[in-house]
């Protein structure tokens, strides 16, 4: 029986971006899917005629440019558009808008707030300057710092050099930085309520956090670190919708010479004698490898596909521990027509960027209560993003596609499993706040999609519906991630890796986790790493 060289149990970008890199070095490489799709949260899929949703992901920025071109996959037909504006609406009928021209930008801060404007320049400086000390760890393979090899002990000195070459007061903002809430940080900048939830917004997507929570300021830091076409901290769509991410990484693969299977789902791994030999499928088919890669959770991969007899005890209890909590929602909706915005001038460039109806940070803490009281926020906190205003592929003419990120949801309700009933309770509430800023909103409706942590959770396998694998919280971050003594994509069992976003440097439609996973599986195997390209600098 055949024996592939390395086996990817899953689908999804990290696991694409893993197969092709390790196929590209000769070995051949099996990909492995329950679902009769690839893509995992990046798909797009017709639900309704004529109508493409991005059913989970949305939106495009986080991943590596480095990556996109290693793979070639403006060749295989990825194009992204990057947004024009954006918008937050107060309930006083106003609105403060998002412009991609820096001037222009302050200029509306300045309808606020002279103070805010003058100060968004020093904020924007001290969040680059943030991002120059992280990003080019992303691409790196985060140290051991319990270790006395070379590449670690190198590592660890390259980390040194970094935080050396700070000023003694970068030093402490630095430190501050990871550690502090994203509201206390722009306190120390902002005095106006709707600037300040402009900027929030980027500190508790995809977390179970609210913005006075510790540690929230590094998750808008990791939000602010993608670019679109050198640009850095711009978001866009990806024309065709995200699923047209994955299609390229696929068709990349499959042109080295990969091999996908869809309708695959992966039941166990087999281990014999302490090492990875392979996967059993649902149905008790055998596949063979020399070794095994999960882009599936930690929690999933450790606890349910790995035996626990060939697990140590300290390493399970810390599986066990990592937080990986639902926060959020998704409702997809096809619309007949463009929704009218009374507060907004009519063709505004900022329809063809996110908007969002939470105006204070205050408003996104009480959401953030209701998650913690086991129930869908009331006055929940929508990314909302129309795509076809860019890319009207997605939608036949005149008609739209309309994304609405949603948070808070929270894995159960109430300590007990989501009920339909309760999935369209949390539905209403997206409905009813859209409606609210846009007469005949409803009557526009032509279909919806509405995923709660359930569905999100049953179809991608996301534990809990958490997109990111794991929080990203600071003791869940390098060398901790997922836990101390196995942040370098190595686990327990020999030849079982792992490439997902619970590995170093966690989630969003990245890729980096599955390219650093391939250097080290490749490292191992005594092979080439010649055609994997480092990371950029940031400016």
């Not at 558009?81 to 820096?102: K, M, P, Q």
């Not at 679109?228 to 390229?248: E, I, L, P, Q």
């Not at 534990?463 to 997922?482: A, C």
């Amino acid at each position: 029986m055949k024996a592939w060289d390395a086996i990817i149990i899953g689908g999804g970008h990290n696991g694409l971006v893993n197969a092709c890199y390790l196929q590209r070095a000769g070995l051949d490489v099996l990909v492995v899917e329950k679902n009769d799709w690839v893509g995992g949260a990046a798909t797009s899929r017709e639900l309704t005629p004529g109508f493409l949703y991005s059913n989970c992901s949305y939106v495009c920025s986080l991943f590596r440019p480095e990556i996109m071109r290693d793979l070639e996959l403006p060749r295989f037909g990825l194009q992204v558009i990057s947004y024009e504006g954006g918008a937050v609406f107060t309930r006083d009928g106003d609105y403060l808008a998002n412009y991609r021209d820096h001037d222009a930008h302050r200029r509306e801060f300045a309808r606020f707030s002279k103070r805010d404007a003058e100060a968004y320049d020093r904020y924007a400086r001290d969040v680059t300057r943030q991002c120059r000390f992280i990003q080019p760890l992303l691409m790196r393979t985060a140290p051991d710092p319990t270790s006395l090899r070379p590449r670690d002990l190198g590592e660890l000195l390259y980390l040194g050099k970094k935080f050396a070459g700070l000023s003694a007061e970068e030093m402490a903002l630095t430190l501050r930085f990871w550690t502090m809430s994203i509201s206390e940080f722009l306190d120390e900048y902002f005095e106006t309520d709707v600037i300040k939830a402009n900027f929030a917004l980027s500190g508790i997507i995809g977390t179970a956090l609210g913005p006075m929570s510790p540690g929230t300021a590094y998750v808008l830091l990791h939000h602010y670190m993608g670019e679109v076409d050198g640009s850095v901290g711009a978001w866009g769509y990806a024309r065709g919708g995200m699923g047209a991410v994955t299609k390229a990484l696929a068709a990349a693969f499959k042109a080295s010479g990969g091999t996908i299977r869809t309708g695959a789902e992966v039941d166990h791994v087999l281990v014999g004698r302490g090492k990875a030999k392979g996967v059993v499928l649902a149905g008790g088919e055998e596949l063979y490898g020399k070794l095994v890669v999960s882009n599936a959770d930690v929690k999933r991969t450790f606890l349910k596909l790995v035996e626990e007899k060939e697990l140590p005890d300290i390493f399970l209890r810390r599986v066990r521990n990592f937080k990986i909590r639902g926060s959020s929602g998704k409702v997809n909706i096809a619309l007949d027509s463009l929704p009218e915005f009374p507060a907004l001038p009519k063709d505004s460039p900022v329809y063809r960027g996110d908007m969002h109806f939470t105006d204070s940070v205050e408003r996104m803490e009480r959401a953030y209560d209701d998650w913690k009281a086991g129930r869908w926020s009331a006055d929940p906190f929508l990314d909302m993003v129309i795509p076809t205003t860019l890319d009207p592929t997605m939608a036949p003419p005149g008609k739209h596609f309309m994304s609405c990120f949603v948070q808070y949801a929270p894995p159960k309700i109430a300590g007990a499993e989501w009920t339909d009933a309760d999935r369209d309770g949390f539905a209403e509430s997206v409905i009813s706040q859209i409606a609210e800023y846009s007469p005949g909103f409803r009557d526009r409706i032509v279909h919806m999609e509405v995923r709660t942590p359930r569905e999100i959770e049953a179809e991608v396998g996301l534990t809990e519906g958490n997109i990111f694998q794991g929080e990203l919280t600071f003791d869940q971050l390098l060398f901790n991630r997922p836990v101390p003594g196995y942040a370098q994509y190595r686990s327990p069992v020999g030849g079982l890796y792992m490439c997902g976003s619970s590995t170093h440097p966690g989630g969003g439609v990245m890729g980096a986790p599955g390219r650093n996973a391939a250097a080290e599986i490749l490292r191992d195997l005594a092979k080439s790493t010649s055609h994997m390209s480092a990371a950029h600098d940031v400016i």
